[in-house]
């Protein structure tokens, strides 16, 4: 479950951290990003698809993130983790352990920065229109160190209202990770304590506070 929390999150801080592009491309990327941080909140619902060509393994689990600004909510099969902007909540379901930090906020990553993840895109990654459709848009992105683990990343953003459709997150390890996203709503207001671990919902939970 751990791996799984592992490659969400690496997943979400990669789809939209882009770089040097053809013109088109760019554009369509940067309405994408300004079209999320103008709305109120990024919900997404989608599931995420792991295949392991080398060993023949295909593992499938279904998530949420509910993004604001610098608070976000992500809940996967067995974990959620709450960011209130300052303060993160990370409960293992199974394991009934809530574990409390406080990331630093001089660091730019998604888990201390999550809006971040919007403003990344313009270092670090060769975009490429790949393709074009009535409803939507392929972009291909290729990083420019050639020491990354990634091959490619492959995003399929709908033209209607710049949202997000699919990811494919190609790695050179032979392991492919997919995004489909199942549910793309820029329209939701969450209330701040959605975005905080209330102890009074998780009875018996052992709470380790790391701050």
């Known amino acids: 479950m751990r791996y ?64 604001s600004k610098d608070q976000y909510r992500l809940e996967l099969p067995g974990n959620i ?8 909540w990370n409960y293992l379901i199974n394991e009934k352990e809530v574990t409390i930090t406080k990331p630093d906020r001089k660091d730019e990553s998604f888990m201390s920065r999550p809006a971040s993840i919007f403003t990344l895109y313009k270092k670090g990654y060769k975009i490429r229109l790949l393709d074009e459709t009535t409803t939507s848009w392929t972009v291909d992105l290729y990083p420019e160190d050639t020491g990354n683990e990634l091959i490619r990343i492959r995003l399929t953003i709908g033209k209607t209202s710049y949202n997000l459709l699919n990811a494919e997150y190609k790695r050179k390890d032979g392991i492919t990770i997919t995004l489909k996203v199942t549910d793309y709503n820029l329209k939701t207001v969450p209330d701040a304590s959605y975005f905080t671990f209330n102890p009074k919902n998780y009875r018996d939970v052992e709470i380790i506070d790391m701050r």
Do not use: C, H
Request: aromatic share 8%.
């Open 81 to 88: 983790i709450w960011f209130n902007g300052s303060v993160s």
């Open 4 to 67: 799984i929390l592992t490659i969400a999150i690496l997943f979400i801080i990669t789809f939209i951290s882009m770089g040097q592009a053809d013109p088109e491309g760019l554009r369509i990327l940067d309405k994408f990003s300004s079209t999320a941080l103008s709305a109120p909140s990024v919900s997404i619902k989608f599931r995420l698809i792991t295949d392991d060509a080398a060993n023949s393994k295909k593992d499938t689990a279904s998530g949420s993130l509910v993004l």
